[in-house]
């Protein structure tokens, strides 16, 4: 029975990382930004917005540097704006995500509670 501890000892960790996420960021909510990513994903290659992920990737590395949301956007054409808002919103959430299960994974890891980073409020 003993063996059993560190077993369930991670799972309720794990179960922990999992709510304080939701918490957050709700499966709602998720569902919802994976719903605006696919629409504007779409229009925006429709447009023959060039290297789209790859600029979406690189706002958002910026904004985990430091660099400003609004400062972000800077020369993006107003007509496409809106929709990369969004995808750059949702990759920073994204990569908030797995910022906390890696800090989780460490936490269980090292035998410590986690150090979750902020949720990026946008």
Known sequence: ???NKPKRLREE???NMENHIYTYYSQRKQAQD???VSSYT???KAANFEKLELVVVE???SFYDGVSFEDILIGIPVEQKMMVEKLVKV???TEWIE???KEGELAITENR????PKFPFL
């Open 59 to 61: 706002m958002t590395t």
């Open 99 to 101: 910022n906390c299960i």
């Open 42 to 44: 779409t229009k925006l």
């Open 34 to 36: 994976e719903k605006w």
């Open 1 to 3: 029975m003993e063996e």
């Open 13 to 15: 960790q794990k179960l």
């Open 113 to 116: 509670e986690p150090n979750y």
């Open 91 to 93: 990759g920073i959430r």
